[in-house]
């Protein structure tokens, strides 16, 4: 049997976060890889990366704009979405999820919206019945840290438990 987590969607103000992950935009998420403080990691090749967003479960951010379709006498308007944000667990979708790529462009950065993922994720990860965790890398001492420990309940490992780690080709030299 094949669990498939249900698409998700919540909605303020003019944002969206969508776990939806046929409506990414490919190249606005890897625009999104390839800015300078998006550190640990580098764009990818779009097929890589859709097969990225479609085996994890992304949580989306987007602005939400209206705009006409058509001419000046219609009524009917639609939605455009700009992404500004992202996050994605890598997970077996029952009983670990590791939370990574946690990332917000800069401009809308104290917006609050960091904290809103994290009440979405968190949401979602507290209405799993069998999770045994998550987990996630994060800078000592950075703003992340005190999001996820606030908004996450996130606490340091436990001893004598460890973090271990090996780079692969992939990852960006430091």
């Known amino acids: 049997m094949d669990f498939e987590m249900p ?21 606005a998420l890897n625009d999104i890889f390839a800015s300078d403080d998006f550190h640990w990691g580098l764009p990818l090749p779009i097929e890589h990366l859709r097969t990225l967003v479609h085996k994890s479960i992304c949580f989306a951010l987007y602005e939400v704009t209206n ?6 006498h219609s009524n009917e308007s639609q939605q455009r979405r700009k992404l ?11 009983t670990v999820n590791y939370l990574t790529d946690v990332y917000i462009l800069p401009e809308y950065r104290s917006k609050h919206l960091g904290a809103w993922m994290m009440e979405c994720i968190d949401e979602v990860f507290t209405a799993m019945p069998h999770v045994r965790g998550m987990i996630l890398i994060a800078d000592r001492g950075s703003p992340t840290e005190a999001l996820y420990r606030k908004y996450l309940a996130m606490v340091d490992l436990e001893s004598p438990g460890f973090l271990m780690d090996r780079k692969g080709r992939g990852a960006v030299s430091q």
Request: aromatic letters at 10%; hydrophobic letters at 40%; glycine letters at 6%.
């Open 84 to 94: 500004i944000g992202f996050a994605r667990w890598i997970t077996d979708m029952v």
């Open 7 to 27: 698409t998700r969607t919540w909605t303020r103000d003019n944002y969206l976060i969508s776990t939806d992950p046929s409506i990414i935009p490919l190249d």
């Open 67 to 72: 705009v006409s379709a058509g001419d000046e």
